[in-house]
């Protein structure tokens, strides 16, 4: 049997590839198991700095594999995986090769970064089937416009890659041909950065707008603290005064 989800790992970046093209790479219960196996692979191998999301096909991913949920089998562990890398302490950048809908829509938000080409589109489609984008929702309201949120979740309508961009649904939209450049631009500025520093620079957006000002300040001056003082910090600045790479570049 042929795998669903394809791994590559190449100077530091690992490189998991959705390829399930015969249902658009819908979240069957198999590509879920097998694309959790594939990040857990990337996030044990210390040689992984970066991890790129992508998928074969003309559909990055159709949502959720609706003739799996029509015939009563147990759903994919949806959560579990997008939870996976929403918490991957290396950074995710997701590399669109095509539309995205509904659940796939969670893994695009899980990501850290997002590229798609101009030519993508995207909906929330679940209230047309009669459903809710609900586990999703933990990660979108996290990276949409509330106002674009609520839009898109009641209409279901499509938007393409522009206003996708606008909203805060993915960082850029770029032409087709542009695309692998724009992942490589990334990919490139994250592995300079050291490993634990990216680990805990990914965490800020999230935690320090739920903190009062003074607990900010308070948190983060301890915690600027601690990073100066620590080996990585040494290393870098050591490598910045002697005009040399650090060494934890791949």
Known sequence: MDPLVRYAEEGGTA???????RNRNALSRRLVAELREALTTALGDDGVRVIVLTGTGTVFCAGADLKEQSAGEPPPDVPGLVGLIWDSPKPVVARLNGPARAGGLGLVTACDL???PDTATFAFTEVRL???????????????????????FLTGEVFDARRAQEIGLINRAVPADELDAAVTHY???LLRGAPEALAIAKRLPREVPALTVEE?????????????GSEEAKEGIAAFLEKRDPRWLP
């Open 15 to 21: 490189t998991v590839t959705l390829d399930s093209p």
């Open 187 to 189: 990919t490139g500025m």
């Open 130 to 152: 009669g459903v809710v984008p609900a586990m999703i929702a933990v990660t979108c309201l996290r990276r949409m416009d509330p106002r674009a949120a609520a839009e898109y």
């Open 216 to 228: 900010g300040f308070a948190r983060m001056a301890e915690l600027s603290a601690e990073r100066f």
């Open 114 to 116: 997002a590229v798609a």
